[in-house]
């Protein structure tokens, strides 16, 4: 079991940047595929970025290529998300989760298995 914690949400204004952090603890962190994903009011929770164990491969949402960046510390247990050119479409509940072992994607939520407690992102106009 990995517990997760994320941090760095907040309230900026479009075109704004912002930087989140998710703090693992509990099993071999270096060892998980992260993953980012967000949930806004009334809508499903939608894949954002992935980061494979040793950081070497990456993956975006269509609407987060070029202007997200996901990255990970393994020495401090941390996984990132840089966020520039936000837009008023981003604001929702940002989430982290960890999946052990190989999966046939990596876009799936119900494929990781465990997860933070969420970071509110808001974007105003």
């Known amino acids: 079991q990995v517990q997760l914690v994320e941090s760095g949400g907040g309230l900026v204004q479009a075109g704004g940047s912002l930087r989140l952090s998710c703090a693992a603890s509990?099993?071999?962190?270096?060892?998980?595929?992260m993953g980012w994903f967000r949930q806004a009011p009334a809508k499903e929770r939608e894949f954002v970025a992935a980061?494979?164990?040793?950081?070497?491969?990456?993956e975006y949402s269509d609407s987060a290529r070029g202007r997200f960046t996901i990255s990970r510390d393994n020495a401090k247990n941390t996984v990132y998300l840089q966020m520039n050119s936000l837009k008023p479409e981003d604001t929702a509940a940002y989430y982290c989760?960890?999946?052990?072992?190989?999966?046939?994607?990596?876009?799936?939520?119900?494929?990781?298995?465990?997860w933070g407690q969420g970071t509110q992102v808001t974007v105003s106009l």
């Open positions: 989760a960890a999946a052990s072992g190989y999966r046939v994607t990596w876009r799936t939520a119900a494929l990781y298995d465990n």
């Open positions: 509990g099993r071999a962190f270096s060892m998980d595929h």
């Open positions: 980061i494979r164990w040793n950081g070497g491969v990456t």
